[in-house]
């Protein structure tokens, strides 16, 4: 079937303004996480869902960054006041359950503020 | 704290060549590693874990607790080999609560 989707793939936004990045899981998989990519820091934890769990929000920078899971599939993340440092590519990752299965990604979308 | 260092960014060979990617972490719990790898214009996929003690690509890695590292080998590097790789710890904090995390990644080149 089809692997995790992005989407937009690519998002130019004003400093300021709040955007919204949505992943679809592959069907079936209960665990879903967002991490940042940018240069020179790797790759950045954000979020994590599992299952009907509460959501570990632990790698938030900034309380302008959320997320949202509904019906246990398609997540929204939600950057609100858009800063400049914000710009990075964003991807989605799911897997079957747990941090030790394997991790499928999503291609990305790439934020860029102005 | 749970950390993995990946202390190069950058790893030139040439075709043929060894290549060694070094990771090494800090988890005081039983470690499950893992190494991604993010060929030009494609998505982050996994390239192989501990558990498994499986070659891909001709990649191999072993777990050395003593060490804490869990280095990616290849005897012979191909140019197919070019690509950005992540090493990753999972690992659980409070009861079932867990976390995947990533190195900085480094980037391999392989010169014809």
């Not at chain 1, 599939?73 to 030790?100: H, K, M, N, P």
Request: hydrophobic share 30%; charged share 20%.
């Amino acid at each position: 079937g089809a692997g995790v989707s992005q989407s937009p793939s690519n998002k130019v936004t004003e400093k300021g303004k709040d955007v919204e990045l949505r992943c679809d899981p592959i069907s079936g998989h209960t665990a879903l996480y967002w991490y940042r990519q940018s240069l020179g820091q790797g790759l950045e934890f954000l979020i994590y869902f599992q299952g009907n769990s509460a959501p570990d929000k632990s790698g938030l920078p900034s309380d302008r960054f959320s997320a949202e899971r509904t019906g246990g599939s398609v997540s929204t993340l939600t950057i609100q006041r858009t800063q400049q440092e914000d710009s990075a590519v964003y991807l989605c990752a799911s897997s079957l359950a747990g941090v030790s299965y394997e991790q499928y990604f999503g291609p990305g979308t790439r934020l860029t503020v102005t | 704290a749970q950390r993995v260092t990946q202390p190069e960014k950058l790893l030139s060979v040439f075709k043929g060549a060894p290549v060694e990617l070094k990771c090494n972490y800090s988890y005081s719990g039983s470690p499950e590693l893992f190494w991604y790898v993010q060929y030009s214009r494609q998505r982050l996929q996994l390239l192989l874990r501990h558990i498994s003690r499986e070659s891909i690509k001709g990649f191999t890695a072993d777990l050395n607790k003593g060490e804490t590292s869990f280095h990616l080998k290849k005897p012979f590097a191909q140019e197919e080999d070019s690509a950005m790789y992540y090493c990753a710890l999972a690992f659980y904090y409070t009861g079932a609560n867990s976390k995947l995390t990533f190195g900085k990644g480094i980037t391999l080149s392989v010169r014809p």
